[in-house]
């Protein structure tokens, strides 16, 4: 019975398909098409990546650092802010920090953990870039 009500809906279904006829597209169905394409990279144009910082800005910036930079190395060397120590009295003075870090003594299971996560980590990241790297290529 359900065979022959299928079978019923088909050929209702190439009657009207019959009846309806092929519809041919308009004469300017191409132009029409490719105008609105154009439309759509005109409208794409206005959300181009633009950066935070300007490439001039940039430049601006690397011509402050260098000319500090320059400034330090071949300025003023009686330069004198109180609250920045001299390179020398760095050297020479023995900050507390250090004598806390040779006196400090870690359990050998936690270097080894450390040792082992800190490689483990490394590998992932070079399996991660392969993959990453083999995913994204255009082929």
Do not use: C
């Not at 359900?2 to 190439?14: G, M, S, V």
């Not at 190395?73 to 330069?79: E, M, P, Q, R």
């Amino acid at each position: 019975m359900e065979e022959n009500r299928d079978k019923q809906l088909d050929d209702f279904i190439k009657k009207v398909v019959n009846n309806a006829g092929l519809e041919a597209p308009s004469d300017d169905f191409t132009q029409s098409i490719m105008s609105k394409i154009a439309a759509q990279n005109e409208k794409s144009m206005v959300t181009r990546y633009k950066p935070l910082i300007s490439r001039t800005s940039w430049l601006v910036l690397a011509g402050i650092a260098i000319f500090l930079s320059v400034y330090i190395i071949f300025g003023n060397s009686d330069l004198n802010v109180s609250w920045i120590p001299s390179i020398t009295e760095l050297a020479t003075h023995n900050i507390g920090i250090m004598n806390t870090l040779e006196n400090l003594q870690l359990p050998n299971t936690l270097v080894y953990g450390l040792a082992g996560l800190t490689f483990f980590i490394y590998v992932q990241i070079v399996l991660l870039k392969k993959h990453l790297e083999s995913r994204y290529t255009l082929n």
